[in-house]
């Protein structure tokens, strides 16, 4: 478990402060201060196993990305973070899982399902990166409405991908 936690605080760490240069391209460099706190209040919050403050804290890192973007930051690094977010949050619930694992359960094994969760994790998460990145590439007109089905489509999306890792891990 311990190099899922290394990875995890490594995660949150580049979510906060690659959203933050993200911010201090742009037009409003005082928000570079917010992501920073907001990823460092993810790791004390998991701690005391608040997972509703693990989740709103990953969508405001992915928010905060998102508004990096918007407001002109190379896409490498916001992309970065958000993928780093991703794996931050993933990582949270699968510590929490492992957490609740029966204690019989040799270390050994305990080490596999981590080496294993974290093999399926890196695919899911390159794809999404490279993805994001030629998106941000592409530049199309499309209605507000248009958006916000596509939104709902890829969170759908994204639920029924993480719900099957979950099965498939578990």
């Known amino acids: ?21 993200g911010f201090l391209d742009g037009p409003y460099p005082w928000l570079a201060l917010l992501s920073p706190f907001v990823a460092l ?8 196993r608040w997972n509703w403050a693990i989740g709103a804290a990953w969508l405001i890192l992915l928010g905060l990305s998102a508004a990096s973007l918007l407001l002109g930051a190379r896409p490498l690094v916001p992309l970065t ?33 981590e080496r294993a969760h974290l093999r399926r994790l890196l695919p899911v998460v390159l794809l999404a990166w490279l993805l994001g990145l030629a998106a941000s590439g592409i530049r199309i007109q499309i209605g507000f409405y248009a958006v916000l089905l596509l939104g709902a489509i890829a969170a759908f999306g994204l ?12």
């Open 1 to 21: 478990m311990k190099r899922a936690a290394a990875v995890h605080h490594l995660a949150w760490a580049l979510a906060g402060l690659g959203t933050a240069f």
């Open 41 to 48: 209040a993810a790791v004390v919050v998991q701690r005391r």
């Open 81 to 113: 973070a958000g993928a780093s977010a991703l794996i931050a949050w993933d990582l949270a619930g699968f510590q929490q899982r492992a957490a609740a694992a029966p204690v019989h359960r040799p270390n050994g094994q305990l080490n596999r399902l």
């Open 159 to 170: 639920n029924q991908l993480l719900r099957y890792l979950r099965r498939e891990t578990s």
